[in-house]
């Protein structure tokens, strides 16, 4: 009798451990960090940028002498702040387009391009993934001259 006692003891705090694990790994909907309030913190408080960058940050470039797609690898010491021209919403020279994934197209999923397309030759995309509930950078892409 003891040992069966012992025994769903044992199995109660498996299965209490177990499903403790699961609600860390899966955050609810509660925690799921909304894209546009991230977005505002992370171009106005450099600190929260910080640590929502995934560094070393890849950063690919149009390389000025050669004209060709040129790449690097960002690290946190040489990382500038960048307020992504947040404040230029109203700007006549150029228009932010945000995409909900890496393909530009529109669908529910844990990616978003921030880009700022200008009517010359402004192309800045921001690459966000959301992981865990919690937006990070994890690439930039300056395309323009």
């Not at 040489?78 to 020279?93: A, P």
């Not at 529910?108 to 992981?131: C, L």
Request: some cysteine; glycine content about 2%.
């Amino acid at each position: 009798m003891i040992v069966i006692s012992n025994r769903k003891i044992v199995i109660k705090r498996s299965l209490i451990l177990q499903f403790s694990f699961f609600l860390l790994a899966f955050p609810s909907n509660a925690q799921v960090e909304s894209f546009d309030n991230f977005l505002s913190k992370f171009s106005n408080d450099s600190l929260f940028q910080i640590s929502r960058v995934e560094f070393p940050l890849k950063y690919i470039f149009l390389n000025d002498d050669t004209f060709e797609l040129d790449s690097s690898l960002i690290n946190k010491k040489d990382y500038d702040i960048n307020k992504l021209h947040y404040s230029l919403y109203d700007c006549s020279e150029a228009f932010p387009a945000i995409y909900d994934n890496f393909k530009s197209q529109l669908r529910d999923t844990d990616e978003r391009v921030f880009r700022w397309k200008g009517f010359t030759a402004m192309d800045e995309r921001y690459y966000f993934k959301r992981r865990r509930g919690k937006w990070f950078l994890i690439r930039i892409e300056k395309l323009g001259t």
